[in-house]
């Protein structure tokens, strides 16, 4: 299948770098101010090292890679809130184009799921957006082979940076500013960690799990979830916890009903109590009973293997 890439960071970047070996072929890949595109086939090594040298990836326009000639658009650009912006604009262009649009950035199906799934039927073009949720783990796989009707409810931690620090809190007894620094140096926390640590980017996913749930019957976006972060976790809390064979993770919940997102106390053992960076999704089924999926929930070749395990699902366009 032909690609066009929107998005040269770490996720963008890892599907460039990898789709040769999944059968597919890159004609564009562009990031913020600038494009490469070639309908003989993007030379996706050359246009990386110029992106690292230089920080552009060509010398074309990004609309260029926008109205290029490919199959699918991965639409691999930083999440915005509120508007969606420019990602909802890109995903519009392709689907009234009759392309498929295969998603990494959540905003537009967390905040304007419904215009984008009218969109969709209205093309011949489909959107799958598995890396939304969870990285490398299959979690909208899971509920579209399960049927959405067939799960009541997703519970699970999805955000590795929080998870990171609530573990390293409650394993060497540090307190929470310590550990966050700690998670800066070693990457797994960005210079601004807001987004991570006060539930923003576990209620996205969560949203986005909710919309799929509710099979189009009510329509949910941030500003419908209920949302504490872990910020004021003081160190004696997961003290506490540890003396009750407890711990504290961020737990999201999203049902065909609504969003939650914040510090819950979980047993030690159980399957809730991921550590590190690793993320879990719990599903309550309604004849299978619990069902629980776990793994990378980040990372540039882990949310890539999901964008182009997406990709594999497309049907060829007519």
């Known amino acids: 299948m032909k690609l066009a890439i929107l998005g040269a960071g ?18 564009a890949l562009a990031d913020s101010s600038s494009a490469v595109v070639d309908e ?22 990004p ?12 639409e691999a650009t930083p999440t915005t809130l509120g508007d969606a912006q ?48 969870g990285g490398a783990i ?20 999805l955000n590795g940076t929080a998870n990171f620090i609530l573990s390293r809190m409650a394993a060497e007894g540090l307190d929470y500013e310590h550990v966050l620094a ?5 990457g797994v926390a960005e210079a601004d960690p807001t987004f991570d640590v006060d539930g923003t980017d576990a209620a996205l996913k969560c949203v986005i799990l909710s919309n799929v749930l509710s099979r189009g019957e009510r329509e949910y976006a941030l500003e419908d979830a209920a ?29 065909p009903d609504g ?29 299978a009973g619990q069902l629980n999926v776990s793994g990378r929930g980040a990372g540039g070749p882990e949310t890539a293997s999901a964008v182009l395990a997406d990709v594999g699902r497309l049907p060829p366009l007519e």
Not at 44 to 52: F, M
Not at 63 to 74: E, P
Not at 141 to 155: E, Y
């Open 10 to 27: 770490a996720v963008g970047g890892s599907v460039a770098e990898l789709a040769g070996g999944y059968g597919h072929e890159i004609v």
């Open 40 to 61: 003989d086939g993007v030379d996706t090594a050359a246009a990386l090292d110029r992106k690292a040298a230089n920080g552009a990836v060509g010398g074309d326009d």
């Open 63 to 74: 609309a260029d890679a926008l109205a290029a000639d490919y199959d699918a658009l991965v």
């Open 86 to 133: 420019p990602g909802f604009d890109h995903v519009a262009a392709a689907l009234e184009r009759d392309r498929h649009v295969v998603l990494a950035n959540k905003g537009p199906v967390a905040e304007r799921y419904g215009e984008v799934m009218a969109l969709a039927d209205d093309s011949a073009g489909e959107v799958l957006f598995e890396a939304t949720v």
């Open 138 to 157: 299959p979690v909208l796989s899971t509920i579209s082979d399960f049927g959405a009707g067939q799960i009541t409810a997703a519970r699970g931690v």
């Open 182 to 186: 700690e998670a800066q140096d070693l």
């Open 227 to 255: 949302v504490e972060g872990i910020e004021e976790i003081p160190g004696t809390a997961l003290e506490l916890a540890a003396e009750d064979n407890r711990t504290i993770r961020l737990i999201g919940e999203a049902t």
């Open 259 to 287: 969003v939650t997102v914040g510090p819950k106390l979980v047993p030690k053992n159980s399957a809730l109590a991921v550590t590190g960076t690793r993320n879990i999704v719990q599903f309550e089924t309604e004849h």
